[in-house]
């Protein structure tokens, strides 16, 4: 357990931007939500960079792996101002430019989110990779088999209906149904206790280390 410095304040400052999404809100808030919100994320990047540079997952992040709490509005929609989370990402290379699988921490006002894996790749990052699982089944069958060992799954959130272009041979393969998979992500979500209780790093420790043999199979 770790003293983040994350408090009932935190939540009640993502409640409120939440509520009131403009520049007035936020330029009144904006030292509160440094001290109660942004800083204790930063601070929780570099505990688990420290822990995991000893570890099969040397991942590292911090402040300038965090993104900004201002939204680029200009083809959206959505013209709110602020993301009403705070979000960030431990990587290789401890930065933001990273295509060799990352973990990915949120906080928001219900509690918030992990995830780890490759998310939307091009078409060609995703060759490889399916390559690699038609290829080697036996070793994506470990990285399924480890996943399921800590109770997680790949989402199926971004999935072909049909078999991409080039891999219509392999609609009968074990795997054809990852194979249809854009994005290589699992995650877990996270109630406010993990944050309160400064619990919150280790969960993310532990399940880098869960989601090792995915990463490791990514990089190609």
């Known amino acids: ?15 409120g ?9 936020y330029d009144e808030h904006r030292d509160e939500f440094d001290t109660y ?21 040397p991942l590292a992040g911090g402040p300038k792996t965090m993104f900004r709490q201002n939204r680029d509005v200009r083809f959206s929609k959505d013209k709110s101002p602020y993301s009403t989370h705070v979000s960030g990402v431990l990587t290789p290379s401890g930065t933001k430019a990273e295509k060799e699988g ?7 006002a219900s509690g918030g989110l992990i995830a780890c894996g490759y998310y939307k790749l091009s078409p060609a990052a995703l060759g490889p990779i399916r390559d690699k699982i038609v290829e080697e089944p036996d070793e994506f069958a470990k990285v399924i088999k480890d996943l ?41 979500h996270l109630g406010r206790g993990a944050w309160l209780d400064g619990d919150v790093v280790d969960c993310i420790v532990d399940y880098a280390k ?11």
């Open 210 to 220: 869960s989601c090792a043999a995915l990463l490791e199979f990514g990089r190609i």
């Open 1 to 15: 357990m770790t003293d983040l410095h994350f408090t009932p304040k935190t939540f009640d400052l993502l409640e």
């Open 148 to 188: 399921e060992a800590a109770g997680l799954s790949f989402s199926a959130e971004d999935k072909l209906t049909k078999m991409p272009r080039g891999y219509d041979a392999y609609a009968g393969h074990d795997y054809a149904d990852y194979i249809k998979l854009k994005s290589f992500v699992t995650l877990v």
């Open 37 to 57: 919100v942004r800083q204790p994320f930063a601070t929780m990047l570099e505990l688990v960079t420290d822990i995991l540079a000893e570890t099969a997952v």
């Open 102 to 108: 990352l973990v990915y921490v949120q906080l928001e």
């Open 17 to 25: 931007l939440a509520a009131n999404n403009e520049k007035a809100w």
